[in-house]
């Protein structure tokens, strides 16, 4: 693992850390969030050692966007199925004001996760424009709510089937769209998928070329370049 990578986990680290007790603080009490929490941070870091590819990056990614979801879920304690055991998670403390919740989004969302997808960046030794792309990519799924859907899809909420419980109306208003309601986080979701879709399938099959390309030039054990004057040399 190069310096670039480790800095970023160490400090995806720090911030897990911070996010885990900042909830616990909130919720008095730590019922199944720190189990949760140690599992989240477990898969979050088998992901960065995993990540050797483009491909490798875009299913990690993937994967974990399912991971946060439910430690998003195991944070907030709401809406939870009726057959989670009573007092397995507690919930949010949401009368201890809005600072609260919003220390929670910008440490995770705003320091914790990017940080993360940097170390995975680093990991897959991308060419810098393709390291770019995925990381704005995948930056754009958080955004864009892509999370907060597949958070009400796992608590029985799918897209298109069911409106959620408050109609996503608890998320901040971006890109002047007014208070948001499920169509609109359906539209805008979709985009920030679409987008990372494309910019994954461009990056991959780019990424997938240059290799092979690559295997075929020093095939013979010589550089190309070089050997094709000495083949002409000796017609």
Known sequence: MGPGAVAHLRNFAACAIAVTVLAIVNKGTMDLLLLIAVGWFAVSVIAVLRTRSAGSFVKWNGILLVVDALFDIAVMGTHLPAWLPPGALSQWNFDSGQGWILAYWIVLWGVALPNRTLAMADQAALSPRAAIALVIAVIGLHVTFVEDVIYFTILGYPPLVSVPPENYAYLPQLFGLGVWTAPKVWVVSTIGLLIFIVT????????????????????VGLPPRAAEPASRERR
């Open 200 to 219: 994954s399938v461009v990056v991959v099959t780019s990424s997938k070329r240059t290799t092979v390309f690559g295997r075929r030039r020093t095939s």
